[in-house]
């Protein structure tokens, strides 16, 4: 029996039902093996011995069930997915295999690979095998060799000069920089008012015309040429009530030809923009596309491999492509063949674009056998890959000049323009935006050609030079100029791209690791960086310049391309990276924290310290009026603000604040009144976590005073115990409270809580009204309900209470929070040999496969959508063997043991994570013998 090893078990069974009883094919389930995260798992000093080790469980299994599938095996056919990643892990398979001596002399071992998982190119491979791919594998071992020095060395640096921080990596580091740069271009954008003059005209037949003034006395506009409303409103007075004139009119022709297939890319950023997924989410449907779905019965593969920069498509498939335009929309719509060819920096054009592996499978037809994911990714790949053979569409634009003399004797030349289609080509297929990077082998000798996808203006009426124009309407607008956009990840993904950064396997795991690392947040699909990405990128900035240079990144993928294409030796790329990334590293650890601080308070301080709109000195500590306002750093929570005049002021704020946050940091130790009943201050605090009210001031407790002063030492060893300070009430200002708004009777409110609404009737024990960390509750024998706004909490009365209570006692048992029933991802079917429903649950902390009361996380990085039946197997078998624990069936909830995991210096392609010990717990004695043992146990230990 032959013996065929994939990645995934969903594309074993698609290729199983292919291929005749002669054949076994088994999965590897990814990589099998990885370099652990310890030092030594790469040795520069020693050529860059590189140490492979499996550290889970499901890959150790996987590699016994491969070793037992070989001993069977007349032939080893090595069919993992066509690309770098694909090549490493059949080079691992067969090390491995190699290793532990499973392989028999005379078994031949073959490689082969297919762009699409249908039955012709399935056979197609198996008909043309090949060897792996040497250069291909060494540019993946200097790639992974890279990540894991990058992430391994700087990390660590990382976290002694900035603690807080959590990992660098040789493109996560860079693509936050992206992001971090373009923060601060917005920051320090300075907007500039302009003003537009529009014209509505009207025609002898009257039809409407819209112009805009370009210019004045023959001097063209710019965009800024008119900055105030005077000059603006001067202009709308000398033009109304005047003639205008058609002076002169052009007219021309315009082709829009299609943007070409889909890259891994340019998938992604149109999924983002038309569909709303993210990165993530759109890499996991189309690998359920690529890997096969059942349509009648049949398991196919429907799209073609989606990690790819290349965007020309195969001769057959172009001509079957052309077969189904022809046949939909007629010849008009089927030019000659477009071939493409990238322009993305450092583009691999080995594999084709993404496309539909058959077109004649139209999204119609598949609809209701794919979920609702998979068909609108479908929908999507298949009408751009259809439109990017179709002819072009065909617009006639027309320009009007309109002059009209003013009041004040100046002339006043406005512009009308409008265009329509004559023609609409691959429009009728597919309406594309305004990113394609690509030229077209393809181009008009007589027609004009414009960008694909911008927008077309409106249409104007049939106008002729000396046309009389009457003035309907002339509106002065203003308008504001404004900074450039943030990022999403879709525009991230495309900047990477066109600098060369990253390659389409690792973009979606790049964005991914820059939001577990928490450098960034997304925000109505904006990436916002966070202070501790800021900090990481201004460290790096300063000290590792040239490592976060987008070039020097750009440039290490060149020479990786060029490892892979047989031109460079990897163990020299390492070498040369090596020797000058040791020394700078050997440096930066003898900086004192003081020398970072003061680094980082340069580059940080547009951010960290605005420019105050009085001209102040925005570094002045608020509370002292003396000390200077400095980053400092807290072994515990990382960084913050902090009076340089330490420690007779204690002035400290969060790093970043502006808005509210400002405000109350402006107004720290602001008095807001006397308290009626205590008759001690109430005054408005910032705080390193925001804005808080306090009442008083720390005291120190009087009853543990009189206890010291009564208190005599034994025998001169014993020590009175210290004095204990009693801390004022304080509360938090809850979010969206102003702190420039609040006033002594809010204050007192907050001050207050919990508040006691009143007895309840039936019980006759109190209800308690209060805020918490997630938000206004009431409180009556262990019940938490929540209530609908912060007011409420205030004013609340003795029978809403009540019927909160009831509501949420309806709704569900007891507890702060409301037990919903979890919701089902995916429903798997019945356990194959144990029975009982298989589902993937959306839990409070991730998806997770349950059976019979048996609960497995799904494996972080791992799409919900994308886990077979036999993943989830594997998972509840791994958790049972685990934790001990058997399905029960009907069991409401499986008993668990927290293992704790920590995770750390992870670049996007796998930089290395780095275990952090866990603390130890000291146990009280449970006996004066027990006291007695415990040294000579821990010397025993020791």
Sequence with gaps: MNLLIVESPAKAKTINKYLGDGYKVIAS????????????????????AMHWAQDDERSKKAMRDIVDAVKGAKKIILATDPDREGEAISWHLLEMLAQRKALKSGVPVERVTFNA????DVLDAIANPRKIDGPLVDAYLARRALDYLVGFTLSPVLW????????????????????????????????????????????????D?????????????????IKDQASASAIKVAVEGCDFHVSSIDKKSAKRNPSPPFTTSTLQMDASRKLGFSAKQTMGTAQRLYEGVDIGGETVGLITYMRTDGVQIGPDAVADIRNVIRAEFGDKYTPIARDYKSKAKNAQEAHEAIRPTDPKRTPDSIRRLIDKDQAALYDLIWKRTIASQMAPAEIDQTTAEIDVKGRDGKAYGFRASGSVVTFDGFRKVYEEGRDARVRVIEKGKDDVEVDAGEDDSRRLPPLAVGDKLAPKQIDADQHFTQPPPRFSEATLVKRMEELGIGRPSTYASTMAVLQDRDYVRMEKK???????????????????????EYDFTADLEEKLDLISDGKLKWKDVLRDFWRDFTGQVSEIKELRVTQVLDALNELLGPHVFPAKEDGGDPRLCPKCGKGQLSLKISGRNGAFVGCGNYPECTYTRQLSQTGADGDAAAMDGKVLGLDPLSGKEVSLRNGRFGAYVQLGEAELDATLVVEVEETKPKRGKAKPPKPKMIQPKRSSLPKGWDPASMDLERALKLLNLPRLVGEHPETKTPIKAALGRFGPYILHDGTYANVESIEEVFDIGLNRAVIVLVEKRAGGGKGRFQRNKPTVLKELGEHPSEGGKIEILEGKYGAYVSHNGVNATVPKGKEPATVSVEDAVMLISER?????????????????KAAAKTKAGNDSEATAKLAVPKPAIKKPAASKAAAKKAPAKKKAAG
């Design 117 to 120: 998982i249908t039955k012709k």
């Design 526 to 548: 904006q990436l916002i960086p966070e202070d501790r990405g800021r900090l990481v990128t201004a460290f790096l900035e300063s000290f590792f310049m040239r490592y976060v």
């Design 160 to 207: 002694r000069k900035l603690p807080g921080t959590r990992s660098a990596g040789r493109v996560q580091s860079v693509a936050l920089r992206l992001v971090c740069d373009r923060e601060a271009e917005i920051e320090i954008f300075r907007t500039d008012e302009y003003w537009t003059v529009d014209a509505l005209l009207k025609t002898a037949k009257n039809d």
């Design 880 to 896: 049972i063997a685990k934790g001990g624990l058997k399905p029960k069936k009907g069991a409401k909830k499986a008993p668990s």
């Design 29 to 48: 389930y990814g990589h099998v093996r990885d370099l652990p995260s310890k030092d030594g798992s790469v040795e520069p000093d020693n050529d860059f």
């Design 209 to 225: 015309v819209r112009a805009r003034l370009i210019s004045i006395a023959g001097q063209r506009l710019e965009k800024l040429t």
